[in-house]
């Protein structure tokens, strides 16, 4: 137990360590800050957390240290004051700023960092409105071949030194370093060791102002247009909560999301700049079947009418002749609807999952020279799929056990296949030749998928899917993390999420919200009984318990 | 008052005198081989303490007291740094000890290393001191080869390893921990404290960082006596609580508009007045002095009637100055400009400062711009309450940075614009034409 008075506000911080600038946030206080970042060491250097500390005595009286502290650097004990609002930690504040934006070149207006920058926001609140300097700003040439995905416009850097710091204590790459000496210090790279790290993006998030910059996201939209959505990224089974940021249905740019129970404070470049499918025009835009007589028809109507209608048509001639595959893409909200679909169709249906991409081995981070066995602070993982987990778990609960759909086809010839892709990504197909000329033999084929292949020429239903950005539903990630994804953005205009069009199929009225479906999966499997209520948070909910 | 025969600096202008063998057939290395024989480790420092030994690096900390500072039964390893990053400008104690005697030094960080039980001693060097580093690695190589330093110094379980090291030419490796960041091969920013060295230093070992002249008077007071140290200098100012003496032996570095520049060694205590008379020759060209830096840049400047002010770590104090410092007294005479004085120093700490903390980093590097401006003529009367001001807020002592290099680049500024400020003023009304006069007096020096 230990009290810590913020601005005469007395706050319980347990027996936590934290720092000051941690147990003024429990008391509702900011302590503004730069080089403090809770994932990385502490340096102090940026002075910006300059308050005036002290210690309430037992009787009662509070002594004050001459000196103002950076309250990144103090512990919080038992007693300890913290003023943040007097004459002299104001001024203290104001004086950092003063000196950061002397040689800062003020471009806010062709600056991709303006509106969410931290120079500008402690600038508005804590700084002045003037600066005194006459004299001729420093002006160090731009880096814009830092890395492949970054650059660097080194005037605008203020030497907090975070990105530094990242790349030795996170990813352990250490391209990074600060050359030259005092007002002439930059960020720099050794000749030819270009930033290129798989982490190496997060840099940019941790830049709080805009010296670091995304080329993937560079001049292509003002941030205060963006519209944030709290998100998974489905780019591998860690499961990265992500804030996807989107304007008018199309999405400019992913962003880690702090989750302690997933993966902390970062992603990688592959999942932050592995979006761009999401946009292509590629994309199938409209649901389609082909008749016999050669003749398309796009209307959903019709389509889900048909495709019920002959469904049950094998079913009723063979009851096991229908099988539907599961990609470990979908949501288990989606995995959940078309199985129930399936087995409504006929019980002896059968359910296999898809193809899961695997690719080399884990990634380890930080990287270490040798063999020296480190602290692993982040892994990419080489299951590059979100949701393996979550579809296993709704497949074992219909058929006891999980069959992927390459040996279930080696085995079996069903006469009817629901293939539900929606493997996301355009560059790499997701099935190889062998698989499809296994597909190709099964008479009724449909494929819900979100790009067009040899299987979406061969199949008679062609159903458009959703992106992940495009719908609501839970990915449940390696460890058994269920995390909640949100729709933000609208499908395009023919396209259904593909929950909806199971719950179309099941010939459920209404839309799909997912919510309601996750409890109604809480009380029928077991394993998602702590989705009951349907309600995951924004850190999400462990299925299992933690070993 | 009796001349004052030198102690520190008697074995200087001998031939040979950096030889091992001179240095013993003088006396050399027997107050060691007696401390190891008869002194256990707590005697000695016991010893230092006794004797009020403050460092002699600038910020005259008590030198017994910061042994302590270590961790109790440490098993170890311990390290002792010793700093001979001598970068404060116009500063030579350490060069010459180094040169002409460095036996008396390594005599010193053997005894020091015994007393704290290092195992293993880091001789920091600046880049710039090539002779220095050389005459000090010899002396290492004599001592190993007589078997001072090593394995079982004199048959006794003690041990000790001595590492040369060369710096990279940078002020800031002078602050303990940034000479411990580039001693371990990093970029010389430096570090949070706590923790302190002693608890933890050089490879995340207990450390002690040690000045050159603060062991060589180590050595001599192993030889002659705490009482004989504490029998020279200025005991504690009643005025003041917080000083704790300067006593023993000290050496001044005079330069700049003096007749006989030099190093002269000379109880702690004497005034600027008289080391600048009897001892620098007084003031050359039969001018008067404007100011006096009384121990480094950083140390802030006394005007011609501060004078009498004594040189030990309490006196400069006493006139708005940051202190001691290293003792090196440079001398400006009443013809040179302190806008001239002033940009040197501002140029000198922008160029220096490290980089790490903003208000250093910006604010050295502003007030550069600032003096630069004024010298060209093209200064404002509200600049010299900015270079104040931020003379004011930058350093350790307002709590804004890490390390005291920013006091010691803001202290000269707003020393400089308290006491001359009316020549600068004249000096940016008065604009081109005294600007024009000065740079041609600048030309004829």
């Known amino acids: 137990m230990a009290t810590v008075y913020i601005n005469d506000k007395a706050v319980d911080i347990g027996d936590k360590k934290l720092n000051l600038v941690q147990a003024a946030e429990l008391a509702g206080v900011t302590i503004p800050h730069y080089c403090y970042h809770p994932a990385l060491s502490v340096v102090a250097s940026c002075r910006m957390c300059l308050v005036e500390v002290g210690e309430k005595k037992p009787d009662g009286t509070v002594v004050m240290q001459p000196r103002v502290i950076p309250a990144c650097q103090t512990p919080a004990k038992d007693n300890t004051v913290i003023q943040t609002a007097t004459a002299k930690s104001k001024s203290a504040q104001a004086q950092t700023l003063e000196s950061i934006l002397l040689n800062h070149p003020l471009d806010c207006p062709v600056c991709d960092k303006a509106g969410e920058c931290k120079l500008q926001d402690y600038s508005y609140n804590y700084g002045n409105s003037e600066s005194r300097m006459v004299d001729d700003k420093n002006t160090p040439p731009n880096k814009p071949d830092l890395g492949n995905n970054i650059s660097l416009f080194t005037d605008r850097c203020i030497m907090c030194s975070r990105c530094v710091r990242f790349t030795r204590e996170i990813s352990g790459t250490a391209e990074l370093h600060v050359i030259n000496r005092g007002s002439h210090a930059e960020i720099d790279i050794f000749p030819t060791e270009p930033l290129n790290n798989k982490l190496a993006s997060n840099v940019v998030d941790l830049c709080p102002v805009g010296a670091l910059a995304s080329k993937d996201f560079l001049y292509t939209h003002r941030v205060w247009n963006l519209k944030t959505q709290d998100s998974v990224c489905a780019g591998c089974s860690t499961g990265c909560s992500i804030h996807l940021d989107t304007n008018k249905n199309v999405v400019y740019r992913l962003r880690p999301r702090e989750n302690p129970n997933a993966q902390g404070y970062f992603m990688c470049d592959d999942g932050r700049l592995g979006y761009h499918y999401v946009n292509s025009s590629n994309r199938i835009s409209k649901p389609n079947l082909k008749l016999d007589s050669g003749a398309d028809i796009s209307s959903w109507k019709d389509i889900m009418l048909s495709l019920r209608s002959e469904l049950k048509a094998v079913a009723s001639k063979n009851a096991s002749g229908v099988a539907a595959m599961l990609s470990p893409f979908l949501t288990v909200e989606e995995g959940f609807l078309l199985a129930t679909f399936i087995k409504s169709i006929s019980p002896k249906a059968k359910l296999v999952l898809g193809p899961v991409p695997v690719v080399g081995e884990d990634d380890h981070y930080p990287k270490t020279r040798g063999s020296v066995p480190v602290n692993v602070k982040f892994t990419i993982r080489n299951e590059k799929c979100p949701n393996k987990k979550g579809i296993e778990e709704v497949i074992k609960h219909f058929e006891g056990e999980v069959v992927l759909v390459s040996d279930y086809l080696n085995k079996n010839s069903p006469d009817a296949l629901f293939i539900a892709a929606g493997y996301q990504g355009e560059e790499v197909s997701w099935f190889d030749n062998n698989l499809l000329s296994q597909f190709k033999k099964i008479k009724l084929l449909i494929t819900q998928d979100l790009f067009p292949s040899a299987l979406t020429d061969a199949s008679k239903y062609v159903i458009p899917s959703a992106a992940f950005s495009e719908k609501e539903g839970t990915f449940v990630n390696f460890a058994g993390l269920a995390q909640e994804l949100h729709w933000a953005c609208v499908p395009l205009k023919q396209v259904r999420t593909d929950g909806q069009v199971y719950l179309d199929l099941l010939e459920r009225k209404g839309l799909l919200q997912a919510a309601n479906i996750r409890d109604e999966i809480s009380k029928s499997i077991p394993y998602f009984s702590r989705l009951a209520g349907g309600k995951l948070g924004s850190d999400g909910i462990h299925l299992v318990n933690l070993a | ?445």
């Open chain 2, 1 to 445: 008052m009796a001349k004052y025969e030198p102690v520190l600096l008697k074995r200087i202008s001998k031939d040979n005198s950096d030889h091992i063998d001179s240095y013993i057939s003088d006396g050399g290395y027997l107050g060691l081989k007696k401390a190891i024989k008869d002194m256990s480790p707590a005697q000695v420092i016991d010893l230092v303490k006794a004797s009020g030994l403050r460092g002699r690096g600038g910020a005259g900390f008590p030198t017994g007291l910061k042994w302590t500072f270590l961790p109790k039964d440490h098993p170890g390893p311990i390290y002792l740094c010793i700093n001979a990053d001598e970068s404060e400008p116009c500063t030579f104690n350490n060069r010459v000890l180094m040169e002409k005697d460095p036996h008396q030094v390594l005599e010193g960080i053997i005894l020091t290393s015994y007393a704290v039980g290092a195992s293993k001693t880091f001789i920091y060097v600046r880049y710039e001191y090539g002779d220095a580093y050389r005459a000090m690695e010899r002396a290492v190589k004599q001592a190993y080869d007589k078997g001072l330093l090593g394995k079982n110094i004199q048959g006794s379980s003690f041990c000790l390893e001595a590492v040369m090291h060369k710096g990279a030419a940078a002020y800031i490796c002078g602050e303990e921990t940034g000479l411990i960041e580039s001693l371990e091969g990093k970029r010389a920013w430096p570090r949070i404290k706590p923790p302190f060295p002693a608890i933890e230093g050089a490879f995340r070992k207990p450390t002690i960082v040690n000045n050159i002249e603060t062991v060589a008077c180590v050595k001599q007071i192993i030889d002659l006596g705490a009482d004989w140290f504490k029998s020279i200098g200025v005991p504690p100012d009643p005025a003041n609580p917080r000083d704790a003496g300067s006593y023993g032996p000290k050496l001044y570095c005079i330069s700049g508009h003096v007749n006989r520049p030099g190093l002269v060694e000379l109880p702690m205590g004497i005034s600027v007045r008289e080391l600048i008379s009897e001892h620098g020759g007084g003031v050359w060209k039969n001018r008067k002095a404007k100011g006096v830096i009384p121990g480094g840049n950083s140390m802030g400047f006394m005007t011609e009637a501060e004078l009498d002010t004594k040189l030990d770590f309490n006196g400069p104090g006493k006139v708005g100055c940051l202190g001691l410092g290293t003792g090196a007294v440079t001398v400006f005479d009443d013809h040179t400009s302190i806008v001239d004085v002033l940009y040197n120093i501002c140029r000198f700490f922008a160029h220096e400062s490290c980089g790490q903390c903003t208000p250093c980093r910006e604010g050295t590097a502003w007030m550069f711009k600032i003096i630069d401006r004024i010298r060209k003529g093209h200064g404002r009367i509200e600049d010299l309450n900015i270079l104040e001001e931020v003379g004011n807020q930058i350093g350790t002592m307002p709590g804004t940075t890490i390390c005291g290099l920013a006091d010691g680049a803001g202290w000269p500024v707003k020393n400089a614009i308290r006491k001359y400020r009316s020549e600068f003023e004249s000096y940016i009304k008065n604009g081109d034409k005294k600007v024009r006069t000065l740079n041609l007096q600048m030309s004829h020096h």
